[in-house]
């Protein structure tokens, strides 16, 4: 067990290191920034109009900065990950494979799991890196205006899951092809399919709609923003994980047997 | 140290290594010597873990290579073809994540003497702060190289270890092999020639997936040598095949080259039989004029181009020594003495 951990925060720490030594990860953090920061910018003159016409009597007495201003917010985050992290995902394994490298952590003496789960939690660290930008933001609202904590954490949970998702799929795709720009691409339509497989349920009849919506990675997510944590969207989420690391760990496997 | 059973390795309906079967005991350098395609590095890509055989099994320190992969991983050293490095660490760093996860069990201050030291031994010191990216061909495989001892394994499996370096650096890499013997159990393959006369106690020849010949270096050379071919080289523009002939021994004599200076004999001899000294008497006293008289070897490449090509090799090879090896089979583990 010790040795296992051991393993994994050594490929974890690499990963890190060479994501973040990239030019690559600081431009992209960089437009991050920048995107995130005209949502914010658009957030707040929305929030400020709302309540101002709520002073003058013309809108709602009380406007809340929680639902009115970090929710959507948040919720727009979620449309950049869609964005930017098959950019994350896309080289951690078909880098390994066009290079080369694959050789060396395939006859060193580490499991198939201890190199997936290291590579889930580097690229983890790289998406707290995207987080940890919109945490600037939100320092700023703190500074002059009064959340409340808990539905914001809640949030940040939410995001955190909900990424983790993209993350253990992305890297599962990348498993599957020595093509990086391959494996960004195909990461992004499976997640847009992830995405919008809600929409299509609704022509489908009532159970599809259900099912659909079920799967459906972003309706999982609304509550997260409202401030609600339950139990059936962490479950969703983390079934969502175990089942990307398990297909990427078989597919290390059968990609050795292939030769 | 490392025994390969019975390996066959099938992609889809291509097979690449068929039936191979061979040994290597503690300390020994073994040449894994076939042309390019013949199936060395699906081999050695078995021998290392990397892979599961198709058929067979491969033993490396006592442990099935399949069944307990992390034992036999943790016993071996391998350098792919392709060294593989990751090019925005530097050679410090890229070794001490090699030793991370091939040494976990190592304190971080063991780690870090054991890259010192191996960083020595490769000479690859001088280049500690540069990105492995960024260096030549020589250096890179040399921290490959660095990259398969960093967990001081009791075997190394080194893919075409000089491929691609200049004659200084091949050199500069063979006397480091040589000094790497011993200590641990090497296998190596190439597809040239004098690496394997130069550094290997054993050789095995592999063409199309299959074991042609499993021998040393000198016994290679020397069997295949079959019946003896003596070279003479005269000042005499005169036909001098009459005198040769009659030489007790010699079974043929042909021209081998004629100039204006001087003309040059190929004799073969019967088996066993050493006819130096009769031939070069029988040189001085017909008159002839003698320049040179040496024993025609077939070389390394000759027996090489013997065995890996079907149809007959052209040039001077002597005659004889074609019938000599009959390809083994592939469970028996020395050549077939003609």
Same mark, same amino acid.
């Given at each position: 067990m010790g040795s296992s951990l $051991?393993?994994?925060?050594?490929?974890?720490?690499?990963?890190?290191? %060479?994501?973040? %030594?990239?030019? =690559?990860?600081?431009?992209?953090?960089?437009?991050?920034?920048?995107?995130?920061?005209?949502?914010?910018?658009?957030?707040?003159?929305?929030?400020?109009?709302?309540?101002?016409?709520?002073?003058?009597?013309?809108?709602?007495?009380?406007?809340?900065?929680?639902?009115?201003? =970090?929710?959507?917010?948040?919720s727009n985050t979620t449309v950049l990950i869609l964005f930017l992290l098959p950019m994350v995902t896309m080289r951690t394994y078909s880098e390994e494979k066009r290079s080369g490298t694959i050789e060396l952590l395939l006859t060193s003496p580490l499991k198939d799991v201890e190199i997936i789960l290291g590579k889930f939690l580097g690229a983890m660290g790289m998406y707290l890196g995207l987080l940890a930008v919109t945490a600037v933001y939100m320092l700023i609202v703190f500074k002059y205006g009064n959340p409340a904590v808990k539905p914001l954490l809640s949030g940040y949970l939410g995001l955190l899951l909900f990424g983790g998702g993209f993350v253990a799929v992305g890297l599962f795709i990348s498993t599957l092809t020595s093509n990086q720009m391959v494996a960004g691409a195909a990461s992004f339509v499976v997640f847009l399919l992830f995405w919008i497989i809600s929409w299509l349920g609704e022509s489908l009849g009532q159970t599809m709609a259900s099912i659909m919506s079920y799967l459906s990675i972003t309706e999982h997510f609304d509550d997260f923003g409202k401030g609600i944590i339950d139990t059936k969207h962490i479950v969703f989420y983390l079934s969502f994980i175990a089942l990307g690391l398990f297909l990427a760990t078989k597919s290390v496997d059968s990609d050795r047997w292939r030769g | 140290m490392i025994e390969v059973q019975h390996l066959t390795k099938r992609y889809g309906r291509v097979?690449?290594?068929?039936?191979?079967?061979? $040994?290597?005991?503690?300390?020994? !350098?073994?040449?894994?010597?076939?042309?390019?395609?013949?199936?060395?590095?699906?081999?050695?890509?078995?021998?290392?873990?990397?892979?599961?055989?198709?058929?067979?099994?491969?033993?490396?320190?006592?442990?099935?290579?399949?069944?307990?992969?992390?034992?036999?991983? $943790?016993?071996?050293?391998?350098?792919?073809?392709?060294?593989?490095?990751?090019?925005?660490?530097?050679?410090?760093?890229?070794?001490?994540?090699?030793?991370?996860?091939?040494?976990?069990?190592? %304190?971080?201050?063991?780690?870090?003497?054991?890259?010192?030291?191996?960083?020595?031994?490769?000479?690859?010191?001088?280049?500690?702060?540069?990105?492995?990216?960024?260096? %030549?061909?020589?250096?890179?495989? $040399?921290?490959?190289?660095?990259?398969?001892? !960093? +967990?001081?394994?009791?075997?190394?499996?080194?893919?075409?270890?000089?491929?691609?370096?200049?004659?200084?650096?091949?050199?500069?890499?063979?006397?480091?092999?040589?000094?790497?013997?011993?200590? +641990?159990?090497?296998?190596?393959?190439?597809?040239?020639?004098?690496?394997?006369?130069?550094?290997?106690?054993?050789?095995? !020849? !592999?063409n199309k997936g299959k074991v042609v010949a499993v021998d040393t270096p000198d016994n290679l050379t020397h069997q295949l040598k079959g019946a003896a071919a003596l070279y003479v080289q005269v000042g005499s523009q005169q036909d001098a095949t009459g005198v040769l002939s009659q030489v007790a021994g010699v079974r043929a004599v042909n021209v081998a080259d004629r100039h204006e200076e001087f003309v040059g004999y190929e004799i073969e001899s019967e088996p066993n039989r050493d006819i130096r000294t009769e031939v070069a008497r029988a040189v001085v006293n017909g008159g002839l004029g003698l320049l040179e008289l040496r024993p025609m070897r077939m070389s390394l490449e000759e027996i090489f181009l013997q065995l890996t090509t079907e149809d007959q090799p052209e040039g001077p090879t002597p005659a004889p020594a074609a019938r000599v090896l009959e390809p083994t089979s592939p469970t028996g583990s020395e050549t077939a003495n003609g």
């Open positions: $051991r393993n994994i925060s050594a490929i974890a720490g690499k990963e890190l290191r %060479s994501f973040y %030594s990239s030019p =690559i990860a600081w431009v992209m953090l960089g437009l991050f920034a920048l995107i995130f920061g005209y949502f914010f910018d658009a957030a707040i003159t929305y929030f400020a109009k709302a309540s101002m016409a709520g002073q003058m009597g013309g809108g709602p007495q009380k406007v809340n900065v929680n639902l009115e201003m =970090i929710r959507p917010l948040l | 097979t690449a290594v068929d039936d191979v079967s061979f $040994r290597v005991e503690k300390g020994e !350098i073994l040449g894994f010597l076939g042309p390019n395609g013949a199936g060395k590095t699906s081999t050695m890509r078995v021998i290392t873990g990397y892979m599961p055989p198709t058929e067979g099994k491969a033993v490396v320190a006592g442990f099935d290579v399949f069944t307990h992969p992390l034992e036999a991983k $943790r016993r071996t050293g391998y350098l792919p073809e392709t060294p593989p490095l990751y090019p925005d660490m530097t050679v410090r760093e890229y070794l001490a994540f090699t030793a991370r996860i091939k040494a976990g069990q190592l %304190s971080t201050a063991d780690r870090k003497t054991r890259v010192e030291q191996v960083m020595k031994k490769t000479r690859i010191d001088d280049v500690a702060n540069r990105q492995c990216g960024k260096l %030549s061909k020589g250096y890179k495989q $040399r921290v490959g190289l660095a990259q398969a001892l !960093i +967990h001081d394994p009791e075997v190394l499996v080194l893919d075409e270890p000089t491929a691609g370096l200049d004659p200084k650096q091949i050199t500069e890499t063979r006397d480091l092999i040589r000094s790497l013997a011993g200590d +641990h159990t090497i296998v190596l393959s190439t597809h040239i020639l004098p690496e394997v006369a130069q550094t290997c106690q054993k050789v095995v !020849i !592999i």
